[in-house]
């Protein structure tokens, strides 16, 4: 069982912090629920998205620096 993760907020998705950093996850990675999976940059203002799940495998829906739309699946997590 899957659960899907969605973009709280209109905008564009970075899956790392910096363009030098490593992702906060990658693809088969296990998350907790409190876990920041990613960062929706509207504005110039970056919020965090977190995982609201726990599970042991994540897999991404759309890539670095995609545009995304409020409540569009990001990414899932195996149960």
């Not at 897999?59 to 995609?66: C, S, T, V, Y």
């Amino acid at each position: 069982m899957s659960t899907e993760i969605k973009s709280p907020l209109p905008g564009v998705f970075y899956r790392k912090p910096s363009p030098e950093s490593a992702p906060f996850k990658n693809d088969g990675d296990s998350v907790a629920a409190d876990d920041v999976i990613g960062l929706v940059e509207v504005m110039k203002s970056f919020h965090e998205v977190k995982a609201g799940v726990a599970g042991k495998g994540i897999r991404f829906a759309i890539d670095d620096a995609d545009a995304v739309m409020a409540g569009q699946v990001i990414a899932e997590v195996e149960a």
